[in-house]
Nanobody
Framework: QVQLVESGGGLVQAGGSLRLSCAVSGRTFSHQPMGWFRQAPGKESEFVAGINRSGSDIRYADFVKGRFTISRDNDEDTVALQMNSLKPEDTAVYYC????????????????WGQGTQVTVSS
């Protein structure tokens, strides 16, 4: 079982930046694809970004391409999401997730989820 703990959310003005971090424990982190999802009030959860075990394959949702960057540190057992040029529509609870494959992750299927961190972007 993998335990995931997110941090780094908060309130920021439109155009600003935030960096989310996810600390992973419980299993060999370097073996699992990792990613980020988000869920806005009244909306379904949506895939944001994913990264494979080595970091050689990275995927983004179209609505964050060019603005968000996902990265991982297999030595520190962390995965991060750098969010730049934030928009009010990026307001959501952001969740870190671990999956069996990057394809599963992109399809919304994960084996472990964090508790989420709130990101609020004001206009």
């Amino acid at each position: 079982q993998v335990q995931l703990v997110e941090s780094g959310g908060g309130l920021v003005q439109a155009g600003g930046s935030l960096r989310l971090s996810c600390a992973v424990s419980g299993r060999t982190f370097s073996h699992q694809p990792m990613g980020w999802f988000r869920q806005a009030p009244g909306k379904e959860s949506e895939f944001v970004a994913g990264i494979n075990r080595s970091g050689s394959d990275i995927r983004y949702a179209d609505f964050v391409k060019g603005r968000f960057t996902i990265s991982r540190d297999n030595d520190e057992d962390t995965v991060a999401l750098q969010m730049n040029s934030l928009k009010p529509e990026d307001t959501a609870v952001y969740y870190c997730a671990a999956a069996r494959s990057l394809a599963f992750l992109q399809g919304g299927s994960a084996v472990s989820w964090g508790q989420g961190t709130q990101v609020t972007v004001s206009s």
